[in-house]
């Protein structure tokens, strides 16, 4: 029913950062949080941002210290920065809306972290 999608992907070198942005269309209204996922080729989706509607967030081990989720005051489009990158973190990313009675998500842009 909500249309996510991202933008902001790209190559990157180790140690540098990217902001992965998430538009949304339609209603949120109702939803629990906003948040990001990724995944590489071969592994599962993972976990690795979320903010819930209320503001708070949380993030993954493996983002924490790197990584900030924020929203526009709107909470019409979801933000990722990501910073200090590592060749582990290439992905791809999606966005992700979880409302009580559904979750929906983006098609995912491409994060590559390489020399």
């Known amino acids: 029913q909500v249309q996510l999608v991202e933008s902001g992907g790209g190559l990157v070198q180790p140690g540098g950062s990217l902001r992965l942005s998430c538009e949304t269309s339609?209603?949120?209204?109702?939803?629990?949080?906003m948040g990001w996922y990724r995944q590489a080729p071969g592994k599962q989706r993972e976990l690795v941002a979320v903010?819930?509607?209320?503001?708070?967030?949380d993030y993954a081990d493996f983002v924490k210290g790197r990584f900030t989720i924020s929203r526009d005051n709107s909470k019409k489009t979801v933000h990722l920065q990501m910073n200090s990158l590592k060749p582990e973190d290439t992905a791809v990313y999606y966005c992700m809306l979880d409302f009580p009675w559904r979750i929906d998500w983006g098609k995912g842009t491409l994060v590559t972290v390489s020399s």
């Open positions: 339609g209603s949120i209204i109702g939803f629990n949080a």
């Open positions: 903010m819930s509607s209320t503001g708070i967030t």
